[in-house]
Nanobody
């Protein structure tokens, strides 16, 4: 089992930046990837970004490419999402996730482990 806990959500104005953090614990040696998903009110949960945990590789949704940056610190079992040039449509609950395999397209299987989510609200 892997546990993940997010932090760093909050309020921001359009154009501002926020950083989300996530710490993983438990059987992290089995993790292949970690990433971020988000769910806006009335919408389905959607993929945002992911990273290969014990290797190289980052993946982004088209809607955040060029604005968001995912990074990791393996020694600290930590994952980060730097969000810049925020837009009101980025408003959502952001979830940290960990998986024993890939979590990006064309994989559609949901990640194995989820955090409880952190709210990000962007005002115009």
């Amino acid at each position: 089992q892997v546990q993940v806990v997010e932090s760093g959500g909050g309020f921001a104005q359009a154009g501002a930046s926020l950083i989300l953090s996530c710490v993983a614990s438990g059987r992290t040696s089995n993790m292949y990837s970690m990433g971020w998903f988000r769910q806006a009110p009335g919408a389905e949960r959607e993929f945002v970004a992911a990273i290969v945990w014990s290797g190289v590789g980052t993946y982004y949704a088209d809607s955040v490419k060029g604005r968001f940056t995912i990074s990791k610190n393996n020694a600290k079992n930590s994952l980060y999402l730097q969000m810049a040039a925020l837009k009101p449509e980025d408003t959502a609950v952001y979830y940290c996730a960990a998986a024993n395999g890939p979590m990006w397209y064309p994989i559609t299987t949901p990640p194995d482990y989820w955090g409880q989510g952190t709210q990000v609200t962007v005002s115009s």
